[in-house]
C-alpha cells in the first residue's frame, strides 16, 4: 500500500503532466542522473501511469558504476517503450562538450564559486519543455533558502500562464512551490519529492526494491561528479581513491589550463597541473596558493 506522501508525489506528477501535455504539447521529462533520488522520483513516474520521457546529461566526470547503471536504466525502460535520451553535449562539429575541454576553455577549475561545469553539463537541454527533478529540500540549504520563484497558473481554459506573484520556495502551498518558471533555460520544472525525507527515500527503495547504483553497497552516501567541490573534502578524496585515473585526467586537463593562461598572458602562480590538483583538492602539500579573484583577472 502506498504511504500517502507518495501518493501526494504522484498528484504532483500528474499535474506536471497536465501542464506539460496542456501547454506544451509533449509529455513531461524525468530528469535522472542515476543517483538514488532519481531512481525514486523515477519509480514515481512509473506509478503515476502518465506519459513521459527520462533525460540524462552526460557529465564525462561520472563513476564508471553509474554511467553503467544509467546505460541498465535505460535499457529496461526502452523494452517498455519509453524515451530515453542521454545529452552528450556534441557541439554541432563534431565536437562535445567535457569536462576535460572545459577546463582549459574556462581558464580555471570548476569551484564552488564558479560552477560553470553544473550550467554547461547539466542544466542544458530540453529547451521549452516541462521537465521534474529529485531535488529535496532536505539535500541542500541553498536550495532550501534559495530566492522567489515565478508561480505557475493555470486557468479556466487550460492555458497556463504566469502569475505576478512571488512567493518564496519554503511557503507553506504545496501546490505552488512545487513549480518553478526558468526564463533563462526556456523551461519549466517541476520538483515532485521536494519535501521528502533522506529515510523516506530509502524505505521506498529498500520496500519497492528499486534498483541503485552499486556504490551505495560500498559505503557512499552521495553519488555524483567524481571529486565535485561541492562536495566533502573526504569524499572527494575517496572518490580519487576508488576511481584514479580520473586524478590523472584532471591533472592534463589543468596543464592545458596552464598552457592556455601562459598564452593569453593570464597571471599564474604554478608551474604545473599538479600543483593546482593539490590546491583544488585542499591538499596540505600545496606549493602555492592563487585565489579565485587572481583567476578571474
Request: charged share 30%.
Amino acid at each position: 500500500m502506498l504511504e500517502d506522501f507518495v501518493k501526494k508525489s504522484i498528484d504532483r506528477i500528474k499535474l506536471a503532466s497536465e501542464i506539460s501535455l496542456t501547454h506544451y504539447g509533449k509529455p513531461l521529462v524525468c530528469e535522472y542522473s542515476g543517483g538514488k533520488d532519481s531512481d525514486v522520483l523515477l519509480w514515481v513516474f512509473e506509478q503515476s501511469g502518465v506519459p513521459f520521457e527520462i533525460h540524462n546529461s552526460h557529465t564525462t566526470v561520472d563513476a564508471p558504476p553509474t554511467v553503467y547503471h544509467i546505460r541498465e536504466t535505460f535499457r529496461r525502460l526502452e523494452l517498455k517503450g519509453v524515451k530515453c535520451t542521454i545529452d552528450y553535449h556534441d557541439k554541432g562539429n563534431g565536437q562535445r562538450v567535457t569536462m576535460w575541454n572545459l577546463i582549459p576553455q574556462k581558464l580555471m577549475p570548476p569551484t564552488r564559486i564558479v560552477r560553470y561545469c553544473c550550467s554547461e553539463l547539466k542544466e542544458g537541454g530540453n529547451a521549452n519543455r516541462m521537465i521534474a527533478t529529485g531535488i529535496r529540500w532536505e539535500e541542500s540549504k541553498k536550495r532550501k533558502n534559495r530566492s522567489t520563484f515565478e508561480v505557475l497558473a493555470k486557468t479556466a481554459d487550460m492555458s497556463i500562464g504566469v502569475s505576478d506573484e512571488k512567493m518564496l520556495i519554503t511557503d507553506n502551498d504545496d501546490t505552488r512551490r512545487l513549480f518553478e518558471s526558468c526564463h533563462l533555460k526556456a523551461k519549466t520544472v517541476a520538483n515532485p519529492i521536494i519535501d521528502w525525507k533522506l529515510q523516506d527515500i530509502w524505505n521506498v527503495i529498500t520496500g519497492e526494491n528499486i534498483p541503485i547504483c552499486e556504490m551505495y553497497s560500498w559505503g557512499y552516501e552521495r553519488i555524483g561528479c567524481i571529486a565535485c567541490p561541492l562536495a566533502k573534502k573526504c569524499q572527494r578524496e575517496r572518490e580519487i581513491y576508488d576511481f584514479p585515473k580520473y586524478r590523472t585526467a584532471y591533472i592534463k586537463a589543468f596543464d592545458r589550463m596552464l598552457e592556455e593562461r601562459r598564452k593569453r598572458c593570464k597571471e599564474t602562480k604554478w608551474s604545473c597541473g599538479e600543483e593546482v590538483y593539490l590546491w583544488w583538492m585542499q591538499s596540505n602539500d600545496v606549493l602555492g596558493q592563487m585565489t579565485i579573484d587572481e583567476f578571474l583577472k
